[in-house]
């Protein structure tokens, strides 16, 4: 009765069909079957005739002072959303997504900086889970951009002693690069 307990699924995976199993945590019914929703270790209940999955790592929600590092999803003037992919170093699949608030710049040249853009890889910290809200800061040397790409022809982009400069179009990007950006492989 246990032979398929325990086993490694995948999204989506089938996992039962709804007929004989109900579905349980991170598993949901599409059409008679029950696929698995995320990564993971197959759960079947026999009492409770329902099947889960237990998430593959764990999806522990980010606290004040974690590290975390993800790519940005959408990049606004003021705000951006990062995709976490790591806590602390470790992969979470829990697809937790934190704010990026972005602040003014001082000095009155007008513009705002560019901090982050779309698709750009980050290190940040936790500041606050308020409200279940995950605001992240950049704002120290070891945080910010530590991986891109051209903006212009989409190459990757090489640390140039701070400066960002693309070697293939020599496009220059300005952002918040962390004080690593640049470096192979990337360290979350
Ligand atoms: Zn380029």
Do not use: W
Not at 11 to 27: K, Q
Not at 34 to 50: N, P, W, Y
Not at 76 to 90: A, M, R
Request: proline share 5%; with cysteine.
């Amino acid at each position: 009765m246990k032979s398929d307990n325990q086993k490694k699924v995948l999204p989506g995976d089938a996992l039962a069909v709804s007929e004989e199993f109900l579905p349980g945590r991170n598993a949901y019914d599409a059409n008679g079957t029950i696929r698995a929703l995320l990564m993971g270790t197959m759960i079947k209940d026999l009492g409770q005739r329902e099947v889960s999955v237990k998430p593959a790592v764990a999806a522990r929600m980010p606290d004040v002072g974690d590290i975390v590092t993800g790519q940005i999803e959408t990049a606004q003037s003021s705000v951006s959303n990062l995709k976490i992919y790591y806590v602390n170093g470790t992969p979470t699949a829990a697809g937790f997504v934190g704010l990026i608030f972005l602040r003014e710049e001082r000095g009155g040249r007008g513009a705002r900086r560019t901090q982050v853009r779309l698709g750009d890889i980050v290190r940040a910290k936790v500041v606050s889970t308020v409200n279940a809200m995950i605001h992240l800061s950049i704002n120290e040397p070891r945080l910010g951009v530590i991986a891109t790409l051209c903006s212009n022809c989409g190459r990757p982009i090489s640390d140039q002693g701070g400066r960002a400069r693309c070697n293939e179009c020599g496009n220059q990007e300005d952002r918040k690069f962390a004080d690593d950006f640049g470096r192979e492989p990337i360290q979350p």
